[in-house]
């Protein structure tokens, strides 16, 4: 049997989700045990242009959300971004699995010839199925969820390697 796209996008994305969620639930653990507000965590950034701890989380959900609805041929739904503490952020991640485990594998089969355009201002993106996936979804996601690993290590969070890849 070969590798599907799949088993190299489903699977995946909810993995690191749940990484990420665990990730959270240290950061949240952290603000309690070292007595300071959680929000000092949801805010924080590692550089003035670039976006909060509570952004990095809605886009890694938005990108791996809207990413298998467009591989399946489906509509994602839509979250609001208002997320603005932990308990919200962990709600948003267990929505976006379980959408993501609402996508059967027969979902995916002709994605490899579907083509997917992402429209931006002034511009357009044109993917094949596994180009989308191993050249934008799958690069963006490990992006966002690197970064919001970044953040919480960067203020103190005790995480690590094992942290980010999970069990």
Do not use: C, W
């Not at 990420?20 to 007595?35: F, I, Y």
């Not at 511009?123 to 996936?133: A, I, V």
């Amino acid at each position: 049997m070969a590798f599907t796209l799949y088993q190299a996008s489903l699977p995946v994305f909810i993995a690191t989700l749940r990484n990420l969620g665990a990730l959270l639930e240290k950061g949240a653990a952290d603000a309690d045990a070292r007595k300071y507000a959680p929000e000092v965590l949801i805010e924080a950034r590692l550089a003035p242009d670039m976006h909060k701890l509570s952004r990095q989380v809605q886009i890694a959900s938005d990108m791996v959300k809207n990413g298998a609805a467009r591989l399946a041929g489906i509509e994602a739904p839509s979250f609001a971004d208002t997320e603005s503490n932990f308990a919200e952020l962990q709600a948003r991640i267990d929505r976006t699995i379980a959408f993501l485990e609402t996508i059967r594998e027969n979902q995916l089969e002709g994605a490899e010839t579907r083509e997917i355009v992402l429209k931006f201002p002034g511009r357009e993106m044109r993917f094949s199925g596994p180009d989308y996936l191993t050249r934008f979804v799958l690069p963006n996601l490990y992006f966002h969820v690197t970064t919001a690993y970044n953040i919480l290590r960067h203020n103190g969070v005790a995480i690590g390697k094992r942290d980010f890849m999970g069990a």
